[in-house]
């Protein structure tokens, strides 16, 4: 499987600055998806990042509060905008070569803002 | 809409002790079933997919095992070092995309 990493592994931010997330894969892959763990919670799926073009969000996520970028096949960022306390989470990026096989994680990014 | 239920929410076990960790879905075609295991301030580590009823994966103490509406993990003789919090995911049809659905976890503690 791929190694992903996360940069930052954590951060605490000040309530309306933005904080940029980066995941960098060691091989090329296909698909790239960014997802948020709540605390005490499972994860929910914020969106879909895909290469060269505007990335596919979930309901209930917007590309002003969350913009993504994925430049190529082995990175992607995702930017969290006008933080509040509620954007308090894990912020984990994952990977998969193709629809229906498993998908990977990082080892995610803790966001405090205070 | 794509729902995952687990249960039971924590489970303390005796090491030793075996036990069945259960996930319920309710989806519109499977496309797939992923177990992943987590430990506290770390990302998923995938552990099993089951792509069809009547399919069993086995790695070391455990079992995945699918029918048409849930699944279950079996941890045969657990030891400490497989406390953690189990996920299990699904992913539907063509609507869905490549969207996994989360189920809440079970949060698992085997005491020495």
């Known amino acids: 499987s791929a190694v992903i990493s996360q940069k930052p592994s954590r951060d605490i931010c000040q309530r309306g600055t933005s904080l940029t997330i980066q995941c960098q894969v060691d091989?090329?892959?296909?698909?790239m998806f960014w997802y948020r763990q709540q605390p005490g919670q499972s994860l929910t799926l914020i969106a879909t990042?895909?290469?060269?073009?505007?990335?596919?969000?979930e309901s209930g996520f917007v590309i002003d509060k969350f913009p993504i970028s994925r430049p190529n096949l082995t990175f992607s960022t995702l930017t969290v905008s006008n933080m509040s306390p509620e954007d308090s989470s894990i912020y984990l990026c994952?990977?998969?070569?193709?629809?229906?096989?498993?998908?990977?994680f990082g080892p995610g990014t803790r966001l405090t803002v205070l | 809409e794509d729902q995952v239920t687990q249960s039971p929410e924590a489970l303390r076990l005796q090491e030793g002790e075996s036990s069945s960790l259960n996930c319920s879905y309710t989806?519109?075609?499977?496309?797939?079933l992923f177990w992943y295991r987590q430990d506290p301030g770390k990302g998923p580590e995938f552990l099993f997919t089951?792509?069809?009823a009547g399919e069993e994966k086995e790695k070391e103490r455990l079992k995945a095992t699918l029918t048409k509406k849930e699944s279950f993990l079996h941890i045969t003789a657990p030891k400490p070092e497989d406390s953690a919090t189990y996920l299990c995911?699904?992913?539907?049809?063509?609507?869905?995309?490549?969207?996994?659905?989360f189920g809440e976890g079970t949060q698992l503690t085997v005491n020495p």
């Open positions: 994952s990977v998969t070569q193709s629809m229906g096989r498993a998908q990977f």
């Open positions: 091989s090329q892959v296909t698909m």
């Open positions: 990042a895909n290469q060269g073009s505007e990335a596919t969000y």
């Open positions: 989806v519109s075609g499977l496309r797939g």
């Open positions: 089951l792509y069809s």
């Open positions: 995911a699904v992913q539907a049809g063509e609507t869905s995309g490549s969207r996994l659905t």
